[in-house]
């Protein structure tokens, strides 16, 4: 494969890699209390500041502690597993790829609890929110 096509495509693999183990990690860890602590600071801290009739706000919360520090097990794990078995070029993109995608993830995060969020026009971001809402909306 052209080297292009190799970036392009762990570019692509890579996000949606971040993305599943972001998904079953807050699933698993974050909303079962087999995540022990994490699962109590995920509930009481972001599903507990956003619930119910406040699932939005002006500003996004600074009480909330951020759940970086979580991931950072996980992403250093698989950043070391994509050391041991990529080429160094194809890692570089690896990692560039995962971090984008967590940033990105964490941004339009924060988006989805701002009541005047820029990205209200879009119609993905409406269908995304109303998801993320869920969890919150059936505990009621
Ligand atoms: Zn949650
Ligand atoms: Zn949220």
Redesign the pocket.
């Known amino acids: 494969m052209e080297r292009t096509a190799i970036y392009l495509t762990t570019a692509v693999g890579g996000h949606y890699l971040a993305s599943l183990i972001q998904m079953s990690l ?1 699933r698993v860890v ?2 079962r209390p087999l995540g022990g602590p994490i699962h109590r600071i ?1 509930m009481l801290e ?2 507990g500041i956003y619930s119910g009739d406040a699932l939005v706000a002006d500003t996004y919360s600074e009480e909330e502690k951020s759940s970086t520090q979580y991931y950072a097990a996980p992403a250093v794990a698989l950043a070391a597993a994509a050391y041991a078995t990529l080429p160094v070029d194809v890692f570089v993109v690896f990692v560039a790829a995962i971090s984008a995608s967590y940033t990105a993830h964490v941004y339009v995060h924060t988006q989805y609890h701002l009541s005047r969020s820029w990205l209200r026009r879009f119609g993905w971001f409406h269908t995304r929110r109303n998801l993320h809402y869920a ?1 919150a909306v059936r505990r009621r």
């Open positions: 807050h974050g909303h995920h972001h599903h969890p």
